[in-house]
């Protein structure tokens, strides 16, 4: 599976941000799929995460992002609204096809498959 990421960019505090995740390869539609972010000198950070029908959120982001997916078009996706400058990092796409218990799908070494990663700036 190829995991390609896009969407980022540079917005204002307040505004809101899509990203994409693109799958090829084979269809992800049961496996579980997630979001990170990371910022210079610190670890991969759990954003959010969907297992079957069930989303998870980071308590910083919940309330603010919504990770989707299209089993279709075999796509994940991540709104953010109401984004802050601590939001500032690049965002993974992540996917593994084992079905993580919740502590587990929030921990980056669980996933087998990732994305190049996209880069999300927000100025103040």
């Known amino acids: 599976v190829q995991l390609q990421a896009s969407g980022g960019g540079l917005v204002q505090v307040g505004n809101s941000l899509r990203l994409s995740c693109a799958a090829a390869?084979?269809?992800?539609?049961?496996?579980?799929v997630a979001w990170f972010r990371q910022v210079p000198g610190k670890e991969r950070e759990f954003v959010a995460g969907?297992?079957?029908?069930?989303?998870y959120y980071a308590a910083s982001v919940r309330g603010r992002f919504t990770i989707s997916r299209d089993n279709v078009e075999n796509m994940v996706y991540l709104q953010m609204n109401n984004l802050k400058p601590e939001d500032t990092a690049v965002y993974f796409c992540?996917?593994?096809?084992?079905?993580?218990?919740?502590?587990?799908?929030?921990?980056?070494?669980?996933?087998?498959?990732w994305g190049q990663g996209t880069q999300v700036t927000v100025s103040s």
């Open positions: 992540a996917a593994d096809p084992r079905n993580w218990i919740v502590s587990a799908l929030r921990d980056p070494v669980n996933y087998d498959y």
């Open positions: 969907r297992r079957a029908r069930n989303s």
């Open positions: 390869g084979r269809a992800i539609d049961t496996w579980t």
